[in-house]
């Protein structure tokens, strides 16, 4: 049951896709009390309680014991102490305490979440502007409420199925002849790729929607050689639209007032890659179709998908801010700075950037076309880009899915898009925050998501890349991606190189399963990836463990994520079969019981644990994705009877899906202790399955 309760004057934020009447009656279970404009909701936390939910943010998946704030922000340090990353997805779950309670504050302003940080025993919800709806889910179990809420917010985004298959992205890939060099590293070793990202500097001078003439002089024809190596191209689109003169895009947002405008109806100009720029306006539906149809320039070129950046919107500064700065700094020339002043002359130019005072100083137009300062709908900024950009491919190409991932989000933007976790770092803390996002992720909607695999800042380790290679094997986007001035990251830089395409392998003859749950998981608004909690609700351990995953409906997943181990500890919550992979052709079938296990992994070793009772089909693996036959399967499992599993498979690129048209029923008999497999269409096999 949903219920929803407005507060305020709400903003439309396009969150929910069937909002139910609002309720008269007070909001149970919360106090609510207010501070000026802010509105706070306390509830008081059982000491056992856990709060699952907040999709993209650092720390646990048990959210309790820290503050978060929903205020989106260009965040490239995601340590511990951070409150807020790119993306505001605002949705609670009270589980384990003497309710089971999901609640959603849909609120595009800034939102603290104060989760027993304050008060070990409270947490305190602040809608800092006071207008905002709130909807409160109660069903029976945790993913009774996910599945209520997902029905709320509407269907996941759908990609391509080539957008399942590894990418290879790095900022400073700066001309035409080094992505054919990644690609010839990548094809002459058989080391698999379907993709590889175009970052900005393919633009011309880092304007949007252009292509450097001197450093990409043909497109078309670099696509089309590209599409014969089974490569697609993915150009980055950054938010800001540079200001120049001559430049169309610039001048016909400002000729039609497109771009977001200061108190005095001027345009906002601040700074982000190309200098000084404008901010379309997404909030209106004529500046989506203005902006969402300029991807076709690119895809009209032969391009497939893209990813959009640096909207949140990034800020580096505002004309104003730069000068105030730079005032500042002038005023202290000449000066012995000692303590005071050294501080503060160093603060004036590292507080420059994503200024929370520039956030106040432009306008948008709400959906009820009434002026809104951006602050109060900043949340919304990078959704409703994706947005442009989904609605825009929609309506130049409807028959085709196109790939999109996008930095900033906030729930809505699911429907039109995945997102990738943002400029994570070469460390190993990371590694398992990529593990521990997952799950948050699918609960707010967003199923298609993944890390930058090997870490994007910092120098990565080899060992470090394969492990997190690894992981990457599971997450639908598989994408290793690197900054500028770090060391090289593509896997054929390293020695460990055979072992990193052994595990590549293992994504593909993954695929037709991995590719199979997403889809159902997609279009039946279920969760991917969960955390034990969601499975075994009555098992502490397993509520408990947080380095560990449950995968679709039959597996969980247990990542190595310290350097030098050489194994780890697992928590079984039932009996499972261990698949120690080494490569697609090479593991170890180990069945085990319910209970703690210490696990020895090889540097080249990873495990899939796959429920006692269940199986999973295993193709053989391939350089991209449509060369992996889904019809020729190796089934895996541990039965001890019958067995079923429904295969999802499709085209892969046209957006009429239906469950029941790409639904195949694989049926396992088991008699004499032999297993005899059947599903229509398809070649199985069954002598791998462990009976007993
Ligand atoms: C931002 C993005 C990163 C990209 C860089 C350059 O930092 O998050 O992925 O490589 O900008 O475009």
């Known amino acids: ?36 404009a802010a509105l706070s909701f306390s509830l ?10 907040l999709g993209e943010s650092v720390r646990g998946v048990n959210k309790r014991g820290y503050r978060y704030r929903s205020f989106n922000a260009d965040e490239s340090t995601h340590s511990e102490d951070r409150a807020s990353l790119y993306a505001s997805h605002n949705l609670l779950i009270f589980f384990g305490g003497t309710r089971l309670l999901g609640v959603f504050f849909d609120d595009p302003g800034a939102v603290t979440f104060d989760l027993g940080y304050t008060r070990a025993d409270e947490a305190v919800i602040t809608s800092e502007n006071g207008d905002l709806r709130v909807y409160l889910i109660e069903e029976d179990s945790l993913k009774a409420i996910v599945h209520a809420f997902r029905q709320l917010i509407g269907p996941s985004y759908i ?25 010839r590293g990548h094809r002459e070793r058989h080391i698999p790729l379907d993709g590889v990202c175009m970052d900005i500097d393919y633009m011309d ?7 450097s003439a001197e450093r990409f002089p043909d497109l078309p024809a670099l696509c089309e050689d590209m599409r014969g190596e089974h490569i697609r191209l993915i150009p980055i689109i950054d938010a800001g639209v540079k200001q120049e003169d001559g430049y169309d895009v610039c001048d016909e947002g400002l000729e039609k007032g497109y771009f977001c405008t200061k108190e005095d109806g001027s345009p906002f100009i601040g700074a982000v890659w190309p ?29 497939e998908g893209f990813w959009n950046d640096m909207n949140e919107p990034a800020l580096f500064y505002t004309p104003e801010g730069l000068e105030a700065a730079i005032a500042e700094a002038e005023s202290m020339r000449g ?88 400029d994570n770092k070469s460390w190993w803390s990371h590694l398992l925050l990529n593990l521990k996002m997952m799950p948050s992720l699918n609960m707010c909607g967003f199923l298609y998501t993944g890390a930058d695999l090997g870490g994007f800042g910092c120098n990565t380790t080899e060992d470090l890349l394969l492990r997190w290679l690894q992981l990457g094997v599971f997450t639908p986007l ?30 593909y003859a993954l695929l037709p399963y991995l590719y199979s749950e997403f889809m159902k998981c997609a279009l039946t608004d279920e969760c991917m990836f969960r955390p034990l909690a969601f499975d075994y609700p009555q098992d502490n351990t397993a509520c408990r463990t947080e380095d560990q995953m449950m995968l679709g409906s039959e597996c969980m997943i247990a990542p190595v994520y310290e350097q030098n181990a050489r194994g780890r500890h697992v928590y079984l919550p039932e009996a499972m079969l261990m698949i120690r992979l080494r490569s697609a052709e090479d593991y170890d079938l180990i069945p085990m019981d319910r209970g703690h296990h210490f696990i020895d992994l090889a540097l080249g070793e990873f495990p899939l644990f796959v429920r006692r009772g269940c199986f999973i089909p295993f ?74």
């Open 205 to 211: 001078a880092f304007k949007d929607f252009t292509v």
């Open 44 to 53: 008081p936390l059982s000491p056992d309680e856990f709060i699952f939910g």
């Open 275 to 303: 200098g000084r720029s404008f901010f379309p306006d997404f909030l209106r539906e004529d500046v989506r179709a203005w902006f969402g149809a300029q991807y076709a320039r690119l895809t009209d070129a032969g391009i």
């Open 159 to 183: 990609p391509p199925k080539w957008a399942f298959g590894y990418i290879q992205s790095r900022w400073g890939y700066k001309c035409e002849a080094e992505i054919r060099d990644v690609v």
């Open 619 to 692: 193709a053989r693996s391939a350089e991209w994705v449509e060369a992996v036959d889904g019809t020729n399967l190796t089934l895996l499992g541990w039965l001890s009877g019958d067995a079923a599993y429904a295969l999802y498979d499709d085209d892969g690129i046209s957006t009429q899906v239906s469950l029941e048209a790409g639904l195949t029923p694989i049926r396992v008999r088991v008699a004499d202790g032999q297993a005899a497999a059947s599903g229509e269409g398809l070649t199985l096999y069954a002598d791998k399955l462990v009976l007993d």
């Open 1 to 36: 049951m949903i219920r929803r309760y407005d507060f305020g004057t709400p903003i439309e934020t396009g969150a929910v896709v069937s909002a139910p009447q609002p309720q008269a009656e007070p909001l149970p279970y919360f106090t609510l009390s207010r501070s000026d």
């Open 335 to 422: 000066r012995n700075a000692g303590l005071d002043d050294f501080f503060h002359l160093r603060s004036v130019f590292s507080h420059i950037a994503g200024n929370p005072a520039d956030y106040r100083s432009f306008y948008q137009q709400a959906p009820d076309g009434l002026r809104v300062r951006h602050d109060r709908v900043h949340n919304l900024y990078g959704a409703m880009m994706t947005r442009a950009a989904g609605e825009g491919m929609q309506a130049h190409e409807p028959d085709r899915r196109h790939l999109f991932f996008s930095r900033s989000s906030y729930i809505g933007a699911h429907r039109y898009g995945g997102v990738w976790q943002g």
């Open 478 to 507: 598989m994408r290793n991606h690197a900054a500028l001035n770090t060391r090289d990251q593509e896997i054929y830089r390293f020695g460990m190189q055979e072992d990193m395409k052994r595990v590549l392998s293992v994504r």
